[in-house]
């Protein structure tokens, strides 16, 4: 059979994470946390001795740390319900690109505990956290500065209090009042 003759073969899922950890030089167990599973199951994944997994979660981490669509593994069903695009999260993207970042790396600059979470809010499964230490942490890796900060707080927490039902039009006084003692809290203003 001649080169030209052969059918292109689809790398197979697990080569391609064993191929992504090799190049990255990303430990199997800081994998394993990063996507929420147990470092026996990247074992059994990459080894090939379980099947690759279906669940959309789970290929959807997987995907977003790899920096990849979770369409390129054959195994994943493009999910019914519509993907909330949130653009703070897509600010902070684009963030990381503009500093050259790579998931993994921005993933590695927080603790092992809190790097599911961060993966789960890079591909949208998680909103950004009203607490504002914590967007400051997300916000300080990236070198982002105070006053974007406050304002993507800001803009989350209206959201919070629209989502639970405050008309925050007509209680503007009320909103502005608090959001003005929260830029004095932190020292906005």
Not at 78 to 99: G, H, R, S
Not at 130 to 152: A, F, G, N
Request: glycine letters at 2%; aromatic letters at 8%; hydrophobic letters at 40%.
């Amino acid at each position: 059979m001649s080169a030209r003759n052969k059918s292109i073969v689809h790398e197979k899922s697990s080569e391609k994470v064993a191929k992504f950890l090799d190049k990255n030089g990303i430990h199997k167990k800081d994998f394993a946390e990063m996507i929420g599973v147990t470092l026996s199951y990247v074992y059994n994944l990459i080894d090939n001795t379980i099947p690759f997994s279906t669940r959309g979660t789970t290929l959807e981490r997987i995907a977003t740390v790899m920096e990849i669509a979770p369409e390129e593994f054959e195994e994943y069903k493009i999910p019914q319900e519509p993907v909330l695009i949130d653009d703070t999260v897509e600010f902070l993207k684009n963030v990381m690109k503009e500093k050259r970042m790579t998931t993994v790396n921005f993933l590695k600059s927080f603790p092992r505990k809190k790097r599911l979470e961060i993966v789960d809010i890079l591909r949208g499964s998680l909103p950004i956290p009203i607490d504002y230490k914590e967007l400051s942490m997300i916000c300080q890796v990236l070198d982002i500065d105070k006053d974007e900060v406050y304002d993507m707080w800001e803009k989350r927490m209206k959201q919070v209090l629209e989502t639970n039902g405050m008309n925050i039009y007509s209680n503007a006084a009320l909103v502005n009042a608090m959001f003005d003692c929260a830029k004095k809290y932190i020292n906005l203003q």
